[in-house]
């Protein structure tokens, strides 16, 4: 009997063994150097300076498998300093590679840094950009795709094949020209048109009576977007990382910012069918199609492009409380999403954030909480790791509105290390708006209209809400999240809507423990770029 144990007691050992040993397998290094140029390309018919990453135009699509690390030369050819962020991977522990003015200096012109990250526990459909000036507006953009370790399953069948489609507003004018009409004190003009992929019509082909995933994201500057396909339903299957109900759609809003991953199966006579986007909340609508070919057709595309909606608040707002987690799904690790139970931990504090319009010195800003920041030319990561003065203060945003008048500042908003915030985004603005926070994916527990008060907590969702990285704000109303502030550092909170943004619609929660521990936060990291008032510092 004992004998026979002791067998058992190996077997099961050297099972979980060798899973871990392919987990360790798996958690592998991968090395890319990416070259910055500019080049010029014709998107909406017009010839016009782009930026290109390798010669390429979205630039390259980055894919991993979770756990992975990434190491990644950035060489800068552009006029201009230029920094990548890498818009929903959260760094854990490591907010020096975020990438954004906050935290990393500018690569200069014909200089080069290297980033160095891990894919760490997370899987999905995400995006890069530049975050430095509008360079966003010219391209440098591109899709960043994780993939489940193949030791966890994912909640659907392996689809037949898999595509990437960046939909994004366009502008004719150069990021330079729009940067100009920002510092000039103006909005960004309305848009020229809608790219998929970067061109005004792309085609996708698939064999009928298979399923293939399309990951889809809004990589543009300003504006919503609904997508549908003509002819097929859209089952939604993850969002930001988090696996959902597989709720069956006709279309889906994607707002600045989000991304969302659907299953399509071609199970229509074979022919070519129309893939829309269009423009939502726009007074004008603006459409981009695509071609969605079965390898059987021999009928092209044809009649008006299938409907879509374009000013139904209520419809959008009904569509995103559909949105549900799948409690009995893993996402990036193999216990389910649902194990862990966020609507039963009492928040620690309640932030409430009020985003607004001012007029400041006679130019147009946007600010949080009424303050609009301003950019540093030393990163607060790191003032704050230098202890350098006079770079911020903590606590120069307040974490609730006070409705006295607009001012410029480095805005930080100090929080503790493991605390379980509430945060309540407050837009009494009459357009809709898109929230990001690096570092973190986030509970979106409710959306309502109007002024939101501690009666309004009656009406969130505290048992499947999905979490997700970036969240839209609708005209006069508001939005509710939950975050747990398990990833020290310094993380940007912005408007995804980038005019708004460069105009200071933006700034840092500092997640800190005094405790300082590598086991709570990686040290800077030997290559670091220094600027401003870091010059001649030593790394370590």
């Known amino acids: 009997m004992g004998a026979r144990i002791l067998v058992q007691l190996v077997v099961i050992l050297s099972f979980w063994s060798s899973l871990f040993v392919i987990a360790k397998a798996e958690d592998d290094y991968k090395y890319y150097t990416w070259t910055v140029t500019y080049g010029t390309s014709s998107p909406l018919g017009l010839s016009q300076q782009v930026i290109l990453i390798n010669g390429q135009f979205p630039g390259p699509t ?10 990644l030369n950035v060489v800068n050819k552009l006029d201009q300093p230029f920094l990548l962020t890498w818009n929903g991977i959260k760094q854990r522990k490591n907010s020096w590679q975020d990438g954004v003015l906050g935290t990393n200096c500018p690569i200069p012109s014909n200089g080069n840094f290297t980033y160095k990250f891990q894919m760490k526990d ?80 792309s085609s996708f082909s698939g064999d009928q009576g298979k399923t293939y995933m399309f990951r889809v994201s809004n990589i543009g500057l300003s504006t919503s977007f609904n997508f549908r396909i003509q002819g097929h339903k859209l089952k939604l299957v993850e969002v930001e990382g988090s696996h959902v109900l597989q709720n069956i759609y006709d279309s889906l809003d994607v707002h600045v910012g989000q991304s969302i991953t659907i299953l399509v199966t071609l199970n229509q006579s074979p022919k070519d069918y129309y893939i829309v986007a269009s423009t939502r909340f726009t007074q004008t609508v603006l459409t981009a199609t695509a071609v969605l070919h079965y390898t059987n057709s021999r009928v092209p595309v044809s009649g008006p492009t299938p409907a879509g909606p374009t000013n139904e608040i209520a419809w959008s707002i009904d569509q995103a409380r559909s949105y549900r987690w799948n409690l009995t799904a893993n996402a990036a690790r193999p216990n389910p999403q649902g194990s862990f139970h966020y ?69 930080v908003l100090g929080t503790s290390h493991h605390d379980f915030i ?77 005019g708004r943004q460069y105009l200071g619609q933006q700034f840092y929660l500092r997640v800190y423990n005094p405790t300082q521990s590598l086991a709570n936060e990686y040290d800077i990291p030997t290559n670091a770029l220094l600027c401003g008032k870091a010059v001649g510092r030593k790394h370590r």
């Open 62 to 71: 980055l894919v991993s498998v979770t756990n992975e690390n990434i190491i």
């Open 122 to 201: 997370q899987i999905g459909s995400y995006t890069y950009f530049p975050s430095t000036l509008m360079h966003r507006a010219a391209g440098g953009f591109g899709a960043l795709n994780i993939y489940a370790r193949s030791v966890i399953s994912v909640p659907y069948p392996k689809p037949d094949g898999d595509f990437t489609l960046l939909v994004g507003d366009w502008f004719k004018t150069s990021h330079k020209g729009l940067q100009q009409t920002l510092d000039s004190g103006n909005p960004l003009p309305f848009p020229d048109g809608i790219l998929i992929n970067g061109q005004g019509r």
């Open 343 to 411: 609507g039963t931990i009492v928040p620690t504090r309640t932030i409430v954030l009020a985003n607004s319009a001012p007029v400041i010195n006679g130019k147009q800003r946007y600010a949080v909480n009424g303050v609009s920041y301003i950019n540093t030319d030393t990163p607060l990561k790191l003032a704050d790791y230098y202890n350098i003065p006079g770079v911020f203060s903590v606590n120069s945003i307040q974490s609730a509105p006070s409705g006295s008048g607009a001012s410029l500042a480095t805005s």
């Open 422 to 498: 509430e945060v309540v985004f407050q837009n009494d603005e009459n357009a809709i708006q898109s929230w990001h926070l690096d570092g973190y994916d986030f509970w979106v527990v409710g959306f309502g209209a109007g002024k939101w008060t501690q009666d309004s907590k009656k009406t969130y969702n505290l048992v499947d809400a999905l979490t997700r990285h970036t969240t839209q704000v609708y005209p006069n109303s508001w939005t509710a999240i939950l975050v747990s502030l398990d990833n020290q550092g310094m993380w940007n909170m912005r408007s995804a809507i980038w």
